[in-house]
């Protein structure tokens, strides 16, 4: 069992940047992949970025490729998602999941474990 909490969301200006964080309990969290995902009022749930297990594989979606980048400290039990550039759209409910498998993914239903989420709102 892995609980998930979620940090570092607010209100900035486009351009601006944020840094989120996850923390992790539990003694297995090196063993879990782990993703950032986000949710738009009245939208699906949509991947963000990805990170292996061991931290030597990342994947992103194209719409946040070259300004967000995901990291993670085993030894902390946290993950991060550092956002740069930040857009209006970029307007969401973030949250981090933990997959068992280790294994990355962008599908919501193959990560076993949710964050409450944190809410990121850009303004113009």
């Known amino acids: 069992q892995v609980q998930l909490v979620e940090s570092g969301g607010g209100l900035v200006q486009a351009g601006g940047s944020l840094r989120l964080s996850c923390a992790a309990s539990g003694r297995t969290f090196s063993r879990y992949a782990m993703g950032w995902f986000r949710q738009a009022p009245g939208k699906e749930r949509e991947f963000v970025a990805a990170i292996k297990w061991n931290g030597s594989r990342t994947t992103y979606a194209d719409s946040v490729k070259g300004r967000f980048t995901i990291s993670r400290d085993n030894a902390k039990n946290t993950v991060y998602l550092q956002m740069n550039s930040l857009e209006p759209e970029d307007t969401a409910v973030y949250y981090c999941?933990?997959?068992?498998?280790?294994?990355?993914?962008?599908?919501?239903?193959?990560?076993?474990?949710w964050g409450q989420g944190t809410q990121v709102t850009v303004s113009s």
């Open positions: 999941a933990a997959a068992e498998t280790g294994h990355m993914d962008y599908l919501p239903r193959e990560y076993d474990y």
